[in-house]
């Protein structure tokens, strides 16, 4: 990947200063050294402080929306570039989309100190060769700017989604491709078998005339039969019949070469292609010192790139079967071809759990194997629609465990789809104290229901002192004076009541309050929170009544219950991961460890037989 790839860590670390994981260039775009560092005019990349990710159709779209309203959260060109799965975007075009939003991040910190710590990474990297592990604060404010990025492709790296960490395979397979296509260019018709036209009898049904012979081996005869007679009228140029009978002969062969040519080509792919570039990928990973299947993935990639500065990882998941359910009936090349109604969905699922089936049966029950490399291991699996990329995608926990491998735990956070939509201000607190950005405020029940109630004494108050006609000297005179109290607490509010109310705690706290330290404290505290307005901004853009809402017709129960049997080993899996049963839907829990991932088809119509 180059040199340019990530930051170095031995002269240029992340500023420790900088809340947001931000360096100094040290290679410039050619590959060289960059000099313009040794006279302090370095260019400062900032690297997305937060990922916000999971599947299309689960919630991680909105709930980006949402965070994109909150006050700290800072978005640019990259933020939904889709640049970790897609294996042709490089690192430099990734970390310039981000320059805009890192002059803010960078606008936020004072000058002195950005200066300072490029000193001490200079004076660093001039007394050691090794990678120092630069100092970093153990708190940052929660008003800082923060980056964010949610391309929602990034967590689940199914093969197509994790070829930049195996390009040479995919090189490798490129030019083997090549090598197959010029090969079979040299078939000729000649070359062709006889008992591929005649002997088996094989060909369309369009193809046949009526008494059953096939209009192929008619038009030849003809044709050989009129070489002897260059005025025949079949063969005459001026005739129709004659063009007719040419064109169908021709059309015919070039059919067939074509059909031969193509088979060459699949068939060198199986055994040759596909087996060269596997190959080349596992020598290139153990030449890094990495295992193919369990290391050589994006997160190694995001791991290397963020050094000791992890970024925070949100993942949002929905059931797994409702999640492929609504995909599928949203995505006109899904339902185009099957059919956008239950009996399509259940067609689609069929072949492409059968996909995956035959794949692990062919690689003696690897089931991790075809669902990282599926369409790596031959032309069976590329031939499956979409290799089965939707389906993957559910598998949350396989992706989960692979992920925290080179993130830790720590710096995830698992949401569910359903409980942003059925709890949208809860789940949002949480997801803004994990990110360490400033709160989203909580609304006591009973305070709120307090307030009001004092909004409606004092406007009893007020209609006391308009309507007083004075009926009783004594006791309108009281009722004045209680009203007024009333009125008077109002005023104070309004007139900020609250400051009135600091400085008593200040007189009786003496001159604490004058010290420059507790006088920045107590403004952090205030701080922290975003105001009411900015929480109903991220609500409406995370758009809850709406966020799940498909309005789909019924899945049949059968199709339903192949995909349970599929999905509850990884969703028990991802409850064990979180911590919480939640994540394994209800569903999972009614099959055991030892329950095959696909139902016995032949199994399953018996018993309902006998049912």
Known sequence: MGSSWVPDSA???????????????????????????????????????????????SGAQNLGQSLESHPNVI???????????????????????????????????????????????????????????????????????????????????????????????????????GEC?????????????????????????????EDGERKEDRLAERTKGNKDSSTSPSTSSDSPSGTSTSRGVLESTSIRLKEARHKNVSNCMEVI???????????????????????????????????????????????????????????????????????GFATYV?????GLRNCTERRGGNVRGCLLRFETYGVEEEAVFFHADQVMRGTYSLFLEMWQQFIAPPFWLVVRGEDLESNPVPELSRIVDFLGIQKVPRVDPEAKEGKEAGRRRRYQARSLLGGMKGNGQGDSERVKEGAKEEMNEEMKERKGGAKGEAKGEAKEEGRVNRNPKHQTAKTEQINDFISQQALDNMISALNPSKMLKDDLPPMLPKTAKKL????????????????????????????????????????????????
């Not at 950005?114 to 000193?119: D, E, M, P, R």
């Not at 049997?565 to 839907?585: I, Q, S, V, W």
């Open 181 to 209: 296509v010029r090969s079979s260019e040299t078939i000729q018709l000649t070359d062709l078998p006889a008992v591929q036209v005649v002997e088996r009898g094989e060909g369309r049904e369009g193809d046949r005339t």
């Open 75 to 177: 978005v640019d060109s990259g933020s939904n570039s889709q640049f970790w799965a897609e294996h042709d975007k490089k690192m430099k075009d990734f970390r310039a989309d981000f320059l805009k939003a890192t002059s803010k991040v960078l606008k936020h910190s004072s000058s002195s100190d950005i200066s300072s710590s490029s000193s001490s990474s200079s004076s660093s990297s001039s007394s050691s060769s090794s990678s120092p592990s630069p100092a970093r604060p153990t708190t940052y404010s929660r008003s800082a700017p923060v980056i964010m990025e949610h391309s929602l492709s990034t967590f689940p790296f199914y093969w197509s989604a994790n070829i930049k960490a195996h390009r040479s395979f995919a090189a490798t397979l490129g030019s083997c491709y």
């Open 564 to 611: 349970q049997r599929f999905f509850a080993p990884f969703n028990r899996r991802l409850a064990e991961l979180t911590g919480d049963r939640k994540f394994a839907y209800s569903y999972a829990y009614s099959f055991s460890d030892s329950d095959s991932l696909f139902e016995d088809d032949g199994k399953e119509e018996k018993e309902e037989e006998k049912k």
């Open 11 to 57: 002269t240029s670390p992340f500023l420790s200063h900088v809340k947001n994981p931000c360096f100094h260039s040290r290679v410039n775009n050619s590959g060289g050294e960059d000099t313009s560092i040794a006279k302090g005019t370095a260019t400062t990349y900032c690297l997305p402080y937060f990922y916000v990710s999971g599947s299309f159709h």
């Open 273 to 343: 292609c596909y087996p060269r570039a596997r190959l080349k990928d596992e020598d290139v990973c153990a030449s890094a010192d990495l295992h193919v299947l369990e290391e050589a993935h994006v997160p190694m990639l995001m791991h290397a790139s963020y050094w000791d500065r992890p970024p925070y990882m949100i993942l949002v998941v929905r059931d797994p079967i409702d999640r492929l359910y609504s995909a599928y009936m949203n995505y006109y090349h899904y339902w185009n071809k099957y059919g956008k109604h239950p009996e």
């Open 350 to 354: 069929d072949e492409q759990l059968s």
